[in-house]
């Protein structure tokens, strides 16, 4: 048996998802985009996916090339344990790490100092010291 894209949503995520996941294309039967209830639906989408996209890639446009002095015993340990544990509430203290071994750079000291932030694993300044880039 072949499911369509929104059937197959639908066994495998449940009716509710299942609309999210069906083709732009049936979209415009299902949605009306001036209905308000649709526009909260997107902004409350993209206040939690915007933060994880943030975390994630960054500032595409403002790539920062890891320098290999700023990998230090600790500085590593500190990724790796922030990385495996999913432990990101010790960022602050790896940006105290990256600035003792050198590291100037306010896009990586900001990002990791940032507590507003959503870290999640794939979080590019972890990833940037650990070589998973």
């Known amino acids: 048996m072949v499911l369509g894209h929104g059937a197959f949503a639908a066994a495998v995520h449940g009716s ?18 001036r ?19 943030h975390d994630t890639f960054g500032n595409p446009f ?9 990998l230090t015993a600790a500085v590593v340990a ?8 999913r432990a990101y509430d010790r960022m602050p203290i790896l940006a105290d790490a990256l600035q003792d071994a050198g590291c100037e750079k306010d896009a990586v000291l900001d990002h990791c100092r940032d507590t507003a932030l959503t870290h999640v694993r794939g979080c590019w300044v972890v990833d940037l010291l650990l070589g998973k880039e």
């Open 62 to 70: 403002q790539y920062v090339w890891p320098n290999p002095d700023w």
């Open 35 to 53: 209905d308000p209830a649709w526009q909260r639906t997107v902004e409350e989408h993209r206040a939690v996916q915007i933060p994880l996209l």
């Open 78 to 85: 500190l990724a790796r344990g922030i990385y495996d544990e």
């Open 16 to 33: 509710e998802r299942a609309a999210i996941l069906r083709p732009r294309s049936e979209w415009n039967d299902t949605y009306d985009y």
